[in-house]
C-alpha cells in the first residue's frame, strides 16, 4: 500500500513539474523561431560586415582597374569595372539568399564569401588611362578608408576590453 | 591572397613596357644602318600585344571544382615581334659604298620622330604601371594595419 502510494506520488509529482515547467518556462516548440527573439546585440554589428564587403569590393576592382591599366595598349581590350555601388547594395541586401538545408550533421554550409558582382556602366567601353589613374585613386581612398574603419572599430573593442579588466 | 594576381598584372604590363622600350632603342640606334647581315638595310621592328589571362591558384581551383567561369583579371603579353615591312627611303648618295648603280642608297624605315613619340608612350605607360602596383602594395600594407 504505502509502495503504491509512494509510486502515484512520484509520478504525479513529476507531471506537475512538467506541467509547471512548459507553462511557465515557455520551453519553445520551434527552437529556430525563438532564436530570433534573443535580445542581445551582437559585438560584430553590421558596419563590419559592410566594412569587410567594402574591402573586398574594392579589392576586386582594384584587379580590375590594374587590368585595364595593363592593357592600355592591347588592341581591341575595353573597360572591365564593377559597380561598387550596386554590387554593394546587392550584396547587404541580400537577406533572402538561397539557403542550403543540412540533413546530415556532417553536412559543411556554403560559403557565405561568393560574392555577385554587379558590372559597371563603363563595362565594355573604350580605354582611357586618365579615367582609369582617377578611378584607381578613388578605389584606393575607399580600400582604406573602410581598412581604417575596421581598424578604428577594432582599436575600440580592443580597448574596452583591456579597460574593464584593469 | 588576391593581391599577389594584382601584382602579376602589373608586372606583365612592365616587362612588357620594358621590352618595348628596348625595341624602340635598338630602331633608333639601327635608324643609319644601311647594311645587316641578310643585306638589306635595317628593317623596323615593332611587336603587338594580346590580353593575357591571369592564372592562380584560386581561380584554377575554381574552374575546376566548381565548374565555374575563370575570374577575368588580364595581364599583357607580346603576341610577337614583327618587321616592318614598308619600302625603304631612297637617298641619293653616290659616294656612298651601299649605293645601288643610280646612286641610291636604301635607308632603313625608322622615322626617329615615331620613335621618340612611342618613347614617351611606353614610358607613361610605365610609370602608370608603377603608380598601380604601388598603390596594390600600400592597399595590402593597410590590410595589414586591421588588426593592430
Redesign the interface.
Known amino acids: 500500500m504505502l509502495k503504491t502510494t509512494e509510486g502515484f506520488n512520484q509520478v504525479t509529482l513529476v507531471l506537475m513539474v512538467l506541467t509547471i515547467g512548459i507553462k511557465f518556462a515557455q520551453i519553445p516548440i520551434n527552437p529556430t523561431k525563438e532564436r530570433k527573439k534573443i535580445p542581445m546585440k551582437p559585438l560584430f554589428g553590421k558596419l563590419y560586415d559592410t566594412m569587410e564587403r567594402t574591402?573586398d569590393i574594392t579589392?576586386?576592382q582594384?584587379?580590375?582597374?590594374?587590368?585595364n591599366?595593363?592593357?592600355?595598349?592591347?588592341?581591341g581590350?575595353t573597360t572591365?569595372e564593377v559597380s561598387f555601388k550596386k554590387t554593394l547594395k546587392r550584396v547587404l541586401g541580400d537577406d533572402i539568399q538561397v539557403q542550403m538545408i543540412k540533413t546530415h550533421s556532417t553536412h559543411i554550409g556554403p560559403s557565405n564569401n561568393e560574392i555577385d558582382y554587379v558590372l559597371s556602366d563603363r563595362e565594355g567601353k573604350k580605354l582611357d588611362?586618365d579615367v582609369?589613374?582617377a578611378k584607381?585613386?578613388q578605389n584606393?581612398l575607399r580600400?582604406?578608408m573602410a581598412?581604417?574603419m575596421?581598424?578604428h572599430k577594432?582599436?575600440g573593442l580592443k580597448d574596452l576590453i583591456n579597460k574593464a579588466g584593469s | 591572397m588576391?593581391?599577389f594576381?594584382?601584382f602579376n598584372?602589373?608586372s606583365?604590363?612592365l616587362t612588357v613596357n620594358r621590352l618595348q622600350m628596348n625595341l624602340i632603342s635598338s630602331n633608333l640606334a639601327n635608324a643609319y644602318t644601311t647594311k645587316t647581315e641578310t643585306g638589306e638595310p635595317y628593317r623596323r621592328r615593332f611587336m603587338?600585344?594580346?590580353?593575357k589571362a591571369?592564372e592562380d591558384f584560386q581561380s584554377v581551383l575554381d574552374s575546376e571544382v566548381k565548374d565555374k567561369d575563370k575570374e577575368?583579371?588580364?595581364?599583357?603579353n607580346v603576341d610577337e615581334i614583327k618587321k616592318d615591312e614598308t619600302p625603304f627611303r631612297k637617298v641619293f648618295n653616290p659616294a656612298h659604298p651601299h649605293a645601288d648603280k643610280n646612286g641610291y642608297v636604301s635607308m632603313p624605315n625608322v622615322n626617329v620622330m615615331i620613335e621618340m613619340a612611342n618613347m614617351v608612350?611606353a614610358k607613361?605607360?610605365y610609370e602608370?604601371?608603377v603608380?598601380?602596383l604601388s598603390?596594390?602594395k600600400?592597399?595590402a600594407m593597410?590590410?595589414l594595419?586591421?588588426?593592430?
Open positions: 574591402l579589392k576586386h582594384h584587379s580590375l582597374i590594374s587590368s591599366i595593363a592593357n592600355i595598349d592591347t588592341p581590350y572591365k588611362l582609369e589613374m584607381l585613386s584606393n580600400y582604406r581598412a581604417e575596421l581598424a577594432f582599436g | 588576391d593581391f594576381k594584382t598584372i602589373s606583365s604590363s603587338t600585344l594580346i590580353p591571369v577575368l583579371f588580364y595581364g599583357v608612350t607613361r605607360s602608370a604601371n603608380t598601380a598603390t596594390t600600400a592597399m593597410k590590410a594595419e586591421i588588426g593592430k
